[in-house]
């Protein structure tokens, strides 16, 4: 029996290809997703993946909805923090609000849905924790203060956890994409892509969201597991550290 892998926003861009990659490779896969229940049954009715419906910004659900998922699946021993909102402002125009949600999304996703999946990773000595974060999270972006804070914390989050879980065969490891082709970019108008996004990306194309997945994929493989800590940077050469 395969291993079994949750990935948050797990059914729709970036998380459906991480999702329908790791059923691909063998993985019993639960897709988490958090509103959009069209777009969840369509994804469901497709690939077969079951999704579970919670809110990751909120740590009640996150336990809830994961007991759901070990009760169905088995043990979760791979955990891809997906999930993630944009709230785009200029700072001296961005509210509490906004930045809250994002910050609560983006970043507080990570404890709510990790820690309740900890100590079984613990016990079993096995555990792949995967987050996704962001090329703004490691360069900043104007306009998305509280988004590119959250993303950086999602690589502090890593790096430290990293440290704890390496003697209990636990890695962890942060991806952290570039523009990639999913609906909400590619609906960005053709010029705008052609004349200021492109340009800056050396390898001249948005990335794909399955080759976000097939990093993810790896490193939640036994070959990956002396790879922890790491950021990996997937962004055509756009920012290279």
């Known amino acids: 029996m395969g291993r079994v892998a949750v990935v948050t926003g797990g059914s729709r861009g970036i998380g459906a290809a991480i999702s329908k990659a790791l059923k691909a490779a063998g993985y019993k896969v639960a897709a988490n997703y958090a509103g959009n229940d069209e777009a969840a049954a369509k994804f469901k009715a497709e690939t077969g993946i079951p999704v579970y419906k919670w809110d990751v910004s909120n740590y009640e659900a996150c336990v809830a909805g994961l007991k759901q998922v070990e009760a ?112 909400m970019v590619r609906a960005i108008a053709q010029d705008v892509l052609e004349k200021r996004i492109l340009p800056l990306i050396p390898v001249g194309r948005l990335g794909e969201p399955e080759e976000i997945a097939r990093a993810v994929v790896f490193l939640a493989s036994d070959d990956a597991g002396f790879i922890t800590g790491s950021t990996i940077s997937a962004n055509g050469g756009q920012y290279m550290m």
């Open 72 to 183: 169905d699946l088995g043990p979760v021993e791979v955990l891809v923090n997906n999930a993630g909102i944009t709230r785009d402002a200029m700072f001296h125009k961005m509210t509490a609000q906004q930045w809250n949600e994002v910050i609560n999304t983006n970043l507080n996703s990570l404890f709510n849905m990790t820690q309740p999946v900890w100590g079984g990773m613990r016990d079993r000595s096995f555990g792949r924790v995967i987050c996704i974060s962001s090329i703004n999270g490691q360069k900043g972006q104007m306009g998305q203060a509280n988004y590119s804070a959250a993303k950086a914390g999602d690589i502090g989050f890593v790096k430290a956890l990293a440290q704890e879980g390496a003697a209990k065969g636990i890695t962890v490891n942060a991806i952290c994409p570039g523009y990639i082709g999913t609906e």
